[in-house]
């Protein structure tokens, strides 16, 4: 069974710091993607990691994969309050195509002026 | 990039009517779509596979009798609550799979939800 484990499940941070969401995943995979939720809305899309090694940056946000490590890291640089939202990663098991996703259980973000 | 349309956005009924919750994709084939449920403040939960022409997959707990899902076409799955109650309110979102397109194949695009509220 693939279990997915972020951290921290919280944050509350300063404008115009640095931090980074963990997530962890269990079995192989070389699927990840990264979710924004706003309260009451749906999924936004940030990220999709398809390889070991990837890396992509949008705006103040950049997510890396280590499929070795089971690993993947969503970096907040210089945050900024419009940030504050909850994120969620989720794995796709290794040779998805009849799979959904397991997400973690999302870290609730807040930025504070 | 892919769209994928969920109809309703909310739902409001009353214990013992059933709702339907409609997925499209929009601009795209998708053989496979999931539907997931999420409690407030929780994660999202995968109830079922989804697959066009075929019966969907039901994860362990999740009662194939009370959410009727039905794929009949490339582009649409329907979740049919049915008898819903109380505590069947919950935030429903779908999701579906790209089947072609060689940048795209295989991702997962996701609804933009239904707030189902049973009183």
């Known amino acids: 069974e693939l279990k997915v484990e972020q951290n921290p499940l919280f944050l509350s941070m300063q404008e115009g710091k640095n931090y980074t969401i963990y997530c962890n995943y269990s079995t192989t995979s070389d699927r990840l993607y990264w979710y924004r939720q706003d309260p009451g809305k749906s999924l936004e899309s940030l990220f999709v990691l398809l390889s070991n090694g990837a890396v992509k940056q949008e705006g103040r946000l950049m997510a890396s994969l280590d499929t070795k490590a089971r690993l993947s890291t969503l970096h907040i640089t210089a945050a900024v309050h419009d940030l504050s939202a909850t994120y969620f990663c989720a794995v796709e098991p290794w040779g998805g195509g009849a799979d959904g996703l397991t997400f973690g259980k999302g870290t609730h973000l807040i930025i504070q002026p | 990039g892919a769209v994928v349309s969920q109809h309703p956005s909310r739902v409001i009924c009353k214990s013992g009517t059933s709702v339907k919750i409609e997925c499209r994709s929009l601009d795209f084939q998708a053989t496979t779509m999931f539907w997931y449920r999420q409690f407030p403040k929780k994660s999202l939960m995968l109830m079922a596979t989804?697959?066009?022409?075929?019966?969907?997959?039901?994860e362990q707990g999740v009662e194939k009798d009370k959410f009727l899902i039905n794929h009949a076409s490339l582009t649409l799955s329907t979740l049919t609550v049915t008898s819903a109650h109380p505590e069947d309110s919950s935030f429903y979102i779908c999701?579906?799979?790209?089947?072609?397109?060689?940048?795209?194949?295989?991702?997962?695009?996701f609804g933009a939800g239904t707030r189902l509220s049973v009183l």
């Open positions: 989804s697959n066009e022409g075929s019966k969907a997959t039901y």
């Open positions: 999701s579906a799979r790209d089947s072609g397109g060689r940048l795209t194949k295989n991702i997962q695009y």
